[in-house]
């Protein structure tokens, strides 16, 4: 029994990963990286939920949760490996910014129409560092609540509100000048990209090979 568990875990990868994945971020990169897995290992499946809800990994038979949070990460009985970090960004649409002026300090957007990530139940603050390296906290109220960051995306194109999304949903926006950086010399704390899973004991070899996989190709965009 003890020598077949060795050898399963040597074996090539295969089966079925159950994995969870916020929904911006499987647009962004994560849904191409699982094609590009699943062509190298043809004998592994996944089953993927593309979701923003919390998943309890143990509970619902979930292999891998990739998931993005702001520092610090809480400590639970689950393991974690991070994978890369990414920046956010304020921006807004031009004419929003002729109509209100560009901001110049982050107090400045405190009368502006915002729109926010989240639930409607949630309390919504802007927390920044200035040039100068001092945190400023700015709470503002969302004309807009929702969980999907294109909706928001969409939402700031059409002039409804400013908002802070991560700098990869806009980078094109940005160049094409449709959305404009507000506040550039300021610094929001940086969202963590990372796996957790339930065990690192027994871990299948599918698993682990999706794990590195991930590792991998982040690490790859982290050295360009």
């Not at 920046?87 to 729109?115: F, I, R, T």
């Not at 950086?181 to 065990?199: F, K």
């Amino acid at each position: 029994s003890a020598q077949e568990a060795i050898d399963s875990l040597k074996s090539e990868p295969r089966g079925t990963i159950r994995v969870t994945c916020p929904i911006a971020l499987l647009h962004a990169h994560i849904g191409e990286m699982l094609a590009q897995f699943m062509a190298k290992y043809p004998e592994v499946n996944i089953q993927l939920e593309a979701s923003n809800r919390r998943v309890d990994l143990i509970a619902e038979g979930v292999d891998v949760a990739i998931r993005v949070r702001p520092p610090p990460i809480e400590n639970s009985e689950l393991i974690m490996r991070v994978l890369s970090e990414r920046s956010v960004s304020l921006v807004a649409s031009p004419e929003l910014v002729e109509k209100y002026g560009m901001p110049e300090q982050l107090s400045d957007l405190a009368n502006w129409p915002s729109l926010g990530i989240g639930q409607p139940q949630n309390h919504f603050v802007w927390c920044w560092k200035s040039p100068q390296q001092h945190k400023v906290e700015v709470p503002y109220k969302p004309r807009f609540i929702t969980t999907d960051m294109v909706a928001l995306r969409n939402a700031a194109l059409a002039g409804v509100g400013v908002v802070q999304l991560p700098t990869l949903m806009v980078t094109k926006q940005l160049s094409d000048g449709s959305l404009i950086h507000l506040l550039d010399t300021w610094r929001a704390p940086p969202e963590i990209i990372h796996v957790v899973y339930p065990t690192r004991r027994g871990l299948l070899p599918a698993v682990r090979a999706l794990i590195d996989f991930l590792a991998d190709r982040y690490k790859s965009f982290d050295e360009k």
